[in-house]
């Protein structure tokens, strides 16, 4: 299993930038403590995907911050990406990990308890959990678990796999704290930073959060 820090785990979403160029965005967001980012792009053709994923690549050498790109097992080889976070829908982690092989990071989305029941059968380093709270930066016919459901969710993934698990969708300065107070190893935002007026403050507000969250909850235990 890879080591994968979940902590604040920025999604750049080309039609979530508010316009703006997303490998900035996304430098800014390692700058203010991004410790994980993903490529997500539901429309682009295959060549600009792996135009942009080289661009984001790139911008993230020397931080070692890892980039991983949705769905899409294609592109992370042709982008030299870190890794693929895969839906419930896309191709199965075990077909991932054999075109991958043994240090790409692999996540999965859970989306319900017995997803997480599945992780024990998974070749995956991470879950996210979500969708947790209403979002509009996906649309998600499921109604929003909040905070009991990822709980609940929670549990079963930590007798399944040892490995980290997040949360995702609608998750802000707003709602950060109890999310990681929850049990949530990390948090997954998409208009949090990279729609926010500045982003690398907002994942320093972000990150801080989280931080003293976790660092609350070791103390708690």
Do not use: W
């Amino acid at each position: 299993m890879n080591h994968v820090d979940l902590r604040l785990y920025g999604i750049i979403d080309p039609e979530r930038t508010g316009g703006r160029n997303p490998v900035e965005l996304v430098r800014q967001a390692v700058a203010g403590g991004a410790t994980l980012i993903q490529y997500r792009d539901k429309h682009a053709e295959g060549r600009r995907l792996v135009e942009l994923a080289r661009a984001l690549k790139m911008a993230l050498e020397g931080t070692r911050v890892p980039l991983l790109i949705n769905d899409r097992v294609d592109i992370v080889l042709a982008a030299g990406a870190d890794g693929v976070h895969l839906g419930q829908e896309d191709l199965h982690p075990e077909d991932a990990r054999k075109l991958l092989g043994p240090h790409a990071i692999i996540g999965l989305t859970l989306k319900t308890p017995e997803h997480a029941d599945a992780l024990a059968h998974m070749p995956v380093d991470y879950g996210c959990i979500g969708g947790i709270f209403a979002t509009v930066s996906k649309n998600n016919p499921s109604p929003p678990i909040g905070l009991d459901g990822l709980r609940a969710t929670l549990a079963r993934a930590r007798n399944a796999s040892r490995g980290p698990v997040g949360a995702i969708a609608g998750i802000d300065a707003s709602n950060a704290e109890p999310v990681i107070t929850a049990g949530a190893d990390g948090i997954a935002v998409i208009s949090a930073i990279f729609m926010a007026p500045d982003p690398q403050a907002e994942a320093a507000r972000l990150r801080r959060i989280v931080d003293e969250a976790l660092a609350s909850r070791s103390v708690l235990a």
